[in-house]
């Protein structure tokens, strides 16, 4: 049933061969067809105006009130690309090793290595959008490090990289909308995926300000709509990202792969207090000069500047000599948990060990530290209270990215024909854990360099198919159950909020299946989520109506969705009894608390199908071959 569509030939050659044998469409046919994007963020905005360049009709819908606020807008560190400015021994072949590395051997490698080869390609058209990259003295562009590599290669805009792209995506898609290639429409939601003999064939929207549901026909349906991390309810997303699109993709018979691949980021904001929503990001960038301790005496109490530096425990660069500070993500969340675990937590709370910026300052001085950090500095300290440049910064791991989503193949396709999913939505390129600064590339090589291939040859067979009318029987059916849901979550007469059921769903996956899961708590996480969905369509209460703007019922329906999601992402992690990566079952483990692969078991993605509300899903396999890499115990030592 699974079929990547790998092209045949040398990992090297693959995406060359590929792009030289694709079926194209015409200039004049791609007039006649019309394409659906559902995201304005990096993925969808440059997957739109590339689309629209090229000629096809565009439509492309957001929940916000602007592309500009797009989650993408928050990343902050910057983006990676193989470009080798620093000499300093970069190559594809290295990016692609580093990010298969990373992922702990979970991912596809001919779609990483498609990654990293076009990585070059987008930051040569984010500088000539006027992306205000960093600089060197002489002119050329900036590069600094992240996590799980040993060159520099992170191209990035202050701490404000994500802001910058994102501007630069929007104006080029400004500019078809201004020239009449892409319709926009904001503040609309989709609520339903229209299949039609098979394909997919439109969506179901709702107009957020008005409450109208409106129909949109599409020879194809592109999903950019982001990642799920927000079942977790405390995350570093923004408020409003959801699962939505995709779950309704899921239902409609799209795969859903590894969505037990989360990822926890190990510099953020720890928690102050039980009714905070959010979480709040420091970019992993903070890690070049930073360096992470924690006091060597457990319930260390003590000013951090009152602790000498023989009594701290810089247990990053003890650990792993070798990358230091900048292990991965999910090395680094894992020991941080570990410190405090083992008693020597600092803060209130204790969950926080610090990050410290004294020798960064001794060594470059205030002033080039400003210049690289400045904007987080001033976040930190208007959040907490504290100066970073006198007072080490307080952070603890937290909910980031997902690296499951959407099954794709190779062209991006999802197992919907003609449906496509891109960016976080999708699971491809990642594996296990992704590495830093890594998101923005994906986004953007799938929106401007990716998909404007493969989907031609989708819809090169496509091109006799005429525009179908809305009021088709699928439109009435897909629309119908659209209404009738929220119609349900309306009329139901509970006394609970629908914030309140979103926290505890939140607190279940956050105990069980968030840095360190077991057979146990997992089994016990089905059981509370199954009986938590059945509360919540019993004892929900969303006030006001369906014809008007009504943030509470757009909420519920996610919350409802996140419920449906937050089982099986438990059912995959159970079902996934090794660890790799962002998944780590305390069950296997090596003696030095390592993620320990079984290779032999589980060398595969999973691809969870939809069989109905009353039956349990089905688990595929596509099953991962290494040719170019050899499978080993990643080491950051």
Not at 210 to 231: D, I, K, Q, S
Not at 245 to 271: D, E, L, S
Not at 378 to 406: E, F, N, S, W
């Amino acid at each position: 049933m699974l079929e990547s569509r790998i092209p045949d030939g040398q990992l090297t050659d693959k995406w060359t061969n590929y792009k030289s044998r694709v079926p194209l469409v015409s200039p004049s046919n791609k007039r006649r067809l019309d394409v659906i994007v559902i995201g304005t963020g990096l993925a969808g905005a440059s997957a739109a105006s590339s689309m629209a360049e090229m000629g096809y009709n565009v439509k492309t819908f957001c929940f916000q009130d602007s592309p500009r606020r797009a989650h993408s807008i928050a990343a902050q560190g910057g983006i990676n690309a193989a470009k080798n400015y620093q000499n300093d021994g970069d190559s594809i072949y290295r990016l692609f090793y580093d990010t298969i590395k990373g992922g702990d051997y979970r991912s596809r490698e001919a779609n990483v290595y498609r990654l990293a080869e076009v990585s070059a390609n987008i930051i040569d058209q984010c500088v000539a959008q006027g992306v205000p990259f960093a600089r060197e003295y002489g002119g050329t562009l900036d590069n600094r490090s992240f996590g799980g590599v040993q060159v520099s290669r992170t191209f990035y805009a202050r701490g404000q990289t994500g802001q910058q792209l994102l501007l630069g995506a929007y104006s080029a898609l400004s500019r078809q909308i201004a020239k009449g290639s892409v319709t926009m429409f904001n503040r609309h939601e989709m609520l339903d995926i229209v299949k039609i003999d098979g394909k997919a064939r439109g969506v179901i929207v709702r107009n957020l300000m008005t409450g109208e549901y409106e129909r949109h026909f599409g020879h194809a349906v592109v999903l950019a709509t982001g990642g799920y991390g927000n079942v977790f309810y405390l995350s570093t997303n923004a408020m409003g990202s959801n699962v939505t699109a995709a779950w309704k993709a899921y239902k409609k018979g799209a795969m859903f792969g590894n969505p037990c691949f989360t990822q926890i980021h190990p510099t953020c904001i720890p928690v102050s207090g039980d009714y905070q929503s959010k979480l709040t990001l420091m970019s992993e960038s903070l890690r070049n000069d930073g360096r992470i301790w924690v006091p060597k005496k457990k319930g260390d109490n003590r000013r951090p500047r009152d602790i000498p530096e023989d009594e701290r425990d810089y247990y990053l660069e003890r650990r792993y000599p070798a990358f230091g500070n900048l292990v991965p993500r999910d090395v680094a969340s894992r020991a941080a948990k570990e410190r405090c675990d083992e008693g020597f937590g600092v803060g209130p709370t204790k969950l926080a060990v610090y990050l410290d910026f004294k020798d960064a300052i001794k060594r470059l001085g205030q002033d080039v530290v400003s210049a690289r950090y400045g904007n987080l500095f001033q976040m930190y300290a208007k959040i907490t209270g504290d100066d970073p440049y006198t007072t080490p910064m307080r952070i603890y791991p937290a909910v980031h990215y997902t690296m499951g989503g959407l099954w794709v193949d190779y062209n991006l396709m999802t197992t919907v024909p003609g449906l496509y999913a891109i960016g976080e939505c999708n699971y491809s390129d990642h594996g296990a854990n992704r590495l830093g600064a890594s998101a923005l590339m994906q986004g953007l090589a799938d929106g401007y360099f990716v998909l404007p291939y493969t989907i031609g040859e989708y819809l090169s067979n496509d091109i006799r198919t005429p525009a179908i009318p809305i009021d088709h029987e699928a439109f009435d059916k897909a629309e119908k159950d659209a209404r009738d849901r929220n119609d349900r979550l309306l009329k139901n007469n509970g006394n609970r909020s629908v914030e309140s059921f979103h926290r505890d769903l939140g607190h279940i996956m956050w105990e069980n299946c968030g840095m360190a899961r077991n057979q146990g708590g997992l089994t016990k996480a089905i059981s509370e989520i199954q009986s938590l969905k059945k509360d919540y369509w019993e004892k929900v209460r969303v006030p006001g109506r369906d014809n008007v703007l009504n943030p509470e019922l757009e909420k519920a329906g996610r919350v409802a969705d996140f419920l449906e999601l937050g089982e099986l992402m438990v059912r995959d992690a159970l079902d996934r009894s090794e660890s790799c990566g962002g998944h780590f079952r305390e069950e296997s483990q090596t003696e030095e608390g390592e993620a320990l692969r079984d290779d032999e078991n589980f060398t595969f993605s999973s691809a969870w199908e939809y069989k109905g509300e009353a039956t349990e899903p089905i688990r595929n396999k596509e099953e991962l071959t290494f040719d170019t890499v050899h499978l080993t115990q990643r080491s950051y030592k």
